[in-house]
């Protein structure tokens, strides 16, 4: 079992810059990736961004230039920068971890929300 605990959502201006942190606990020792997606209100859930064992990062298409994923392999936690926020990076921000075994596991997630 793997736990996923998330923090540093919060609300934010335009333009302004929130840093995302997920600690994994438990199982940890066969991670393929971690990352983030986000549910922005009435639509579904995206990629956001992950970040694989081997270094190796991913971004969805709106966040790409503007979000940086990092990871710190011996906390096993992951952060998420975002900077330039725009009202549509407005959501539920839920961290994710895949292990090697193909098995998937969610943090709570965390608001962030973007005032115009």
């Known amino acids: 079992q793997v736990q996923l605990v998330e923090s540093g959502g919060g609300l934010v201006q335009a333009g302004g810059s929130l840093r995302l942190s997920c600690a994994a606990s438990g199982s940890t020792s066969s991670i393929y990736y971690m990352g983030w997606y986000r549910q922005p209100p009435g639509k579904q859930r995206e990629l956001v961004a992950r970040?694989?064992?081997?270094?190796?990062?991913n971004y969805g298409d709106p966040v790409k230039g503007r979000f940086t994923i990092s990871r710190d392999n011996a906390e096993n936690t992951v952060y998420l920068q975002m900077n330039s926020l725009k009202s549509e990076d407005t959501g539920v921000y839920s961290c994710?971890?895949?292990?090697?075994?193909?098995?998937?596991?969610w943090g709570q997630g965390t608001q962030v929300t973007v005032s115009a």
């Open positions: 994710t971890l895949r292990n090697f075994g193909a098995q998937t596991y």
């Open positions: 970040i694989f064992n081997g270094g190796t990062t």
